[in-house]
């Protein structure tokens, strides 16, 4: 009870504030779901951050606790969204469009990192969240290379920006592209692939099956390409864990040792653990139905660490340092979008 006591006192009062934004910033992304809760919650706290940034000496350790911590669990609580066995089937068709943007999107952040002079974290987050998915990525990719919530922050901004954007234009460009003689699919495929976050994809997909009158195909292969795409969360974080824990060791050569427990982000063995788990069970017949109420707590626990993002983040210094990254966004976007759409080409699918 002592315990449970302390850490009331310690973090209540911050955590308290992150559910003030993020509760009211969580029904409004339901009602503005391109937009999506995240990064309205995040924008609130920033807002909120001009007027209390001088007065918020016993929020810091709530707002670090939930920034940090309850990130952690929402990518773990993600993996209870994830039937390895439904992806791995219906995602083979995209599977090599995917790794293939994935591929584009990474190699362009590594070169523009270094020609633009752009910090290293925040490029990488950008890579990431516009290659896998969104702020997801970024959420499971932070706690690995230890990014700051600034960058966090920063890299949230270039991807919102860009999902705003693709979920408007994708579904007059699809038009103009000819998806709307070929099957629904293909302009799944198409969205899936080049649009970063799930609510974004499932706007633009959703609009074209209402536009074409398709039922849900659009919307049904758009969403499983996109989980498709969210499981490279694994091979990503864990190469970048591996490369943290040698730059560390070689850091460390001062005798000073290096502790695995800190740098190694164990809890993407829990998200494979969830998935795993939630494979297995419906594999063995259980409802889907009830893996829902934990994934909607992920989506919710993203929203709240966003919050506190938000709280920790100056966004004056924001808007000021953010034309680089969002040019990088830009490319990263582009290379996406013009690869996707060779390689379906290249395949027969489009």
């Known amino acids: ?8 006192k310690k973090n209540g009062f911050g955590i308290l504030v992150c559910l003030c934004i993020s509760v009211p910033s969580w029904f409004a992304g339901k009602q503005f779901p391109i937009v999506g809760g995240a990064v309205i919650a995040i924008l609130s706290g920033m807002i909120i951050n001009i007027f209390i940034k001088n007065n918020k000496a016993r929020l810091d350790e709530g707002i670090r606790f939930t920034s940090k911590k309850v990130l952690q669990w929402a990518v773990i609580l993600l993996g209870f969204g994830m039937n390895l066995t439904v992806i791995v089937k219906t995602g083979q068709q995209s599977l090599p469009i995917i790794v293939a943007t994935i591929g584009t999107s990474l190699l362009i952040a590594f070169v523009l990192c270094r020609l633009l002079n752009i910090p290293g974290k925040i490029a990488t987050l950008v890579g990431v969240g516009s290659s896998i998915c969104g702020g997801s990525a970024i959420a499971a990719t932070a706690p690995v290379i230890d990014a700051d919530d600034e960058e966090v922050a920063q890299a949230i901004s270039v991807i919102f920006f860009f999902n705003v954007l693709a979920a408007i234009i994708f579904p007059a460009m699809g038009k103009f592209l000819g998806f709307d003689t070929v099957s629904g699919e293909a302009f799944g495929i198409f969205a899936g692939t080049a649009v970063n976050d799930t609510s974004s994809v499932t706007a633009a997909a959703s609009t074209w099956d209402s536009m074409w009158k398709l039922g ?9 390409v996109k989980l498709t795409r969210t499981l490279a969360i694994i091979p990503i974080t864990l190469v970048l864990a591996f490369m943290r824990t040698r730059k560390e060791k070689k850091q460390g050569t001062d005798g000073n040792r290096v502790s695995l427990k800190k740098i190694f982000p ?3 063995l829990y998200f494979v653990a969830a998935s795993i788990i939630t494979t297995i069970a419906l594999s063995c017949g259980a409802d889907p139905a009830m893996f829902a109420p934990v994934k909607e707590l992920s989506k919710f626990f993203i929203v709240l660490a966003m919050a506190a993002i938000g709280l920790n983040t100056d966004i004056v ?7 680089k990254p969002l040019v990088m966004g830009l490319c990263c976007w582009a290379g996406i979008t013009v690869v996707g759409l060779f390689m379906q080409h290249l395949i027969g699918i489009w």
């Open 317 to 323: 210094k924001l808007i000021r340092t953010g034309g």
């Open 266 to 268: 164990f809890f993407i």
């Open 1 to 8: 009870m002592g315990l449970i006591n302390d850490f009331i």
């Open 216 to 224: 849900s195909d659009t919307l049904d292969t758009a969403v499983t």
